[in-house]
């Protein structure tokens, strides 16, 4: 057993055990600052849940489900991914929390990833890679690092950029969180930007950290914690809700872009976990949704090329299982010109055009499904578009009737 202090960057939040065997949390003792307890982590008659706190916890490392981990964790010598929490502090480069060994007098100021360098191997061994450092540094972000793709975090030019791999025989997902950037980029759509790095004929995409060392990402499932989601409400409503109690007004014209994005390039993993909203880690001000990312598993990207297009065995998420479904949510398609997204097909070709992984079959396949989606998409907007002006033009009428009914004057005008 070891004692530790969760830190939200230099203020004490809570203390902790540790089971130095599994890495898990095994008691939780005094709250020093309830406010900067994780978002979502209940605090009740002054003690922290810790069913939830070990939930957090478990959370923040490496999933098992991640590509190779098994291997890794042969070579790196840890028996869990819980371990490798511990080894970096907890330390992230999605949010400012951490722990510090009680008495030790580590700062956040020494050990923080987004002001102090670290090691590149973990982020080496993970991509299957050898390393050369003698003895190996677990100082690491990488050990903190979500999903099941291959990913690494690297200074690049100063910036923290995170690179991410492909899967199956196509190895798509790169080229996708490129099309969606450059679709984003198209529609003005606030998002994270994404570029193509090609190693030894392996495609990757980068992207810069959106966070920096005043703010914090909180997802949209952590947020929704902060409420009890009552039986009638709906989980997009729900989320609406624990948005707007934070503050955050204009959460609907977010999610409108998103369910968008996601239609056009048939996303089928926006999970709770890879879209929320940004907040500021001193004053704890919510500043509002966080821009999209993570959009990679989409344009079926582990279908055979005779599937591209079919849209029978899309899954959908996070709040309707078809794309159909989800797109009756969007509040307005007011701020969405198609024409922006003209020849976004051929843009598409050319990012794929000299990868090992994509023919030209699948390539026009993939093409022609873009296109697709771009119609369809077109045809339900000018459909809503139409039953908006509809109710808008019921509602005038009512109105009217209103007016003329109270004599000129409608109810509290004097």
Not at 165 to 192: D, F
């Amino acid at each position: 057993m070891k004692k530790y202090i969760l830190m939200h960057k230099n203020l004490s939040v809570a203390e902790l055990e540790l089971d130095e065997v599994t890495g898990t949390i095994l008691a939780v003792g005094e709250v020093y600052e309830k406010e900067h307890v994780p978002v979502g982590i209940p605090v009740k008659k002054g003690r922290i849940d810790r069913a939830s706190l070990s939930e957090w916890w478990k959370g923040r490392a490496i999933p098992a489900s991640r590509m190779g981990i098994q291997h890794a964790l042969t070579e790196l010598h840890i028996s869990s991914t819980q371990m490798l929490l511990e080894k970096c502090l907890g330390l992230s480069l999605s949010d400012q929390y951490w722990v510090c060994p009680e008495e030790s007098g580590v700062t956040w100021s020494q050990v923080n990833f987004f002001e102090n360098t670290f090691s590149d191997d973990v982020g080496n061994i993970l991509f299957g890679q050898s390393t050369t450092s003698n003895p190996m540094s677990l100082m690491s972000p990488d050990n903190t690092s979500d999903g099941w793709l291959k990913k690494k975090w690297k200074i690049i030019d100063g910036k923290r950029c995170l690179i991410k791999g492909g899967s199956g025989a196509t190895q798509q997902e790169p080229y996708n969180e490129v099309l969606a950037s450059k679709i984003m980029e198209r529609l003005g759509i606030p998002h994270v930007s994404y570029t193509l790095l090609t190693e030894n004929d392996y495609p990757y995409s980068v992207c810069e950290d959106f966070i920096t060392t005043e703010t914090e990402l909180i997802s949209a499932w952590h947020l929704m914690q902060t409420q009890k989601k009552p039986n009638h409400i709906s989980i997009y409503q729900h989320y609406v809700n624990c948005c707007k109690e934070k503050g955050i007004s204009n959460i609907e014209d977010a999610l409108d872009r998103m369910i968008v994005l996601d239609y056009l390039i048939a996303n089928e993993d926006r999970h709770l976990n890879n879209f929320g909203v940004v907040r500021n880690a001193n004053t704890l001000d919510y500043i509002g949704p966080a821009p999209i990312f993570d959009s990679g598993t989409a344009m079926w990207f582990d279908k055979p090329t005779t599937m591209v297009g079919e849209t029978n065995r899309l899954v959908c998420k996070p709040f309707k299982t078809t794309h159909e479904e989800q797109l009756k949510l969007v509040q307005s398609f007011d701020w969405l010109s198609m024409e922006k997204l003209n020849g976004i097909e051929e843009e598409f070709r050319k990012l794929v055009r000299g990868s090992l992984f994509i023919d030209e079959a699948r390539c026009d396949a993939l093409c022609k499904a873009l296109s697709k989606r771009k119609k369809a998409l077109e045809q339900i907007m000018n459909t809503q578009r139409k039953i908006y002006a509809a109710n808008d033009c019921q509602n005038d009428v009512t109105e009217n009737i209103a007016y003329s009914g109270s004599g000129g004057y409608k109810t509290g005008e004097m």
